[in-house]
């Protein structure tokens, strides 16, 4: 707009000396010299106050624009730190090896993958493998129950039965799924049974049959174990006596 006040501020100047040239009234040409005058003043003025305005309104743009700069400053200050708070904190694993982001979601992990794999290669007869895996996942993270079940149970098989107790008995106190629960406590039974602690593998078995009463091996091993600690009945013979003659 401003450079429409200066076309007329020329304008006028023109005209003044176009007016001067024709008619040579000094007294008109005073009258119309003033009224040029004012007149290209207030264009001049016009065209400055334009200008100013122009000026405030960028000042204006640039504050608003500061100001959404310093928020999107501050939002991302927010977010670095929730970021950071985020990456302090180290998922929990639920009893399966997943992990637990909250009360009712969780992720795959290299755990459930892991012990699932290991659990596969136990299966297939492949028992040093599935050790060793299950070995990594206890170093990884020592809260892994599953990690220490299958390790004692393989340990077991081996004969360790201390060494499998320990580690079955560990896995049951940091929290294992209920259907490998019910297992740990029918491999701590078995264990007791090599040992000779037929009361004590007795309990164990008792305890797997609660978690499920419809495994058949826990009941097979109870019905094994009562056979075993019935009393044997002593039959009394009874000596015939000499006859008196």
């Not at 040579?24 to 065209?47: D, F, H, P, Q, V």
């Amino acid at each position: 707009m401003s450079w429409i006040f200066a076309i007329i501020a020329v304008f006028f100047v023109v005209f003044q000396y176009i007016l001067q040239y024709y008619f040579n009234n000094k007294e008109l040409e005073k009258k119309i010299g003033a009224s040029l005058l004012i007149l290209t003043a207030l264009t001049i003025l016009g065209s400055y106050w334009l200008q100013q305005k122009e000026n405030i309104g960028l000042l204006v743009q640039i504050g608003a624009r500061d100001g959404e700069i310093e928020k999107l400053k501050s939002e991302k200050r927010i977010l670095l730190h929730q970021i950071e708070g985020l990456l302090t904190i180290r998922p929990k694993l639920d009893p399966w090896g997943r992990l637990q982001l909250s009360q009712w979601f969780t992720i795959s992990s290299d755990f459930d993958t892991g012990i699932n794999k290991a659990k596969g290669l136990y299966s297939a007869g492949k028992v040093n493998e599935a050790f060793e895996i299950a070995e990594t996942l206890v170093r990884k993270n020592k809260s892994f129950g599953l990690g220490y079940y299958l390790m004692g149970v393989i340990e077991i098989d081996k004969g360790k039965y201390l060494l499998g107790e320990k580690n079955i008995l560990k896995a049951i106190k940091l929290e294992i799924p209920p259907e490998d629960e019910t297992w740990a406590y029918y491999h701590l039974g078995r264990a007791s049974m090599q040992q000779k602690k037929n009361d004590e593998a007795l309990k164990y078995f008792e305890k797997s049959l609660a978690l499920n009463p419809n495994m058949e091996k826990t009941k097979q091993m109870i019905d094994r174990l009562k056979k075993e600690n019935k009393p044997v009945e002593k039959k009394v013979i009874k000596k015939s006596g000499s006859k008196k003659r």
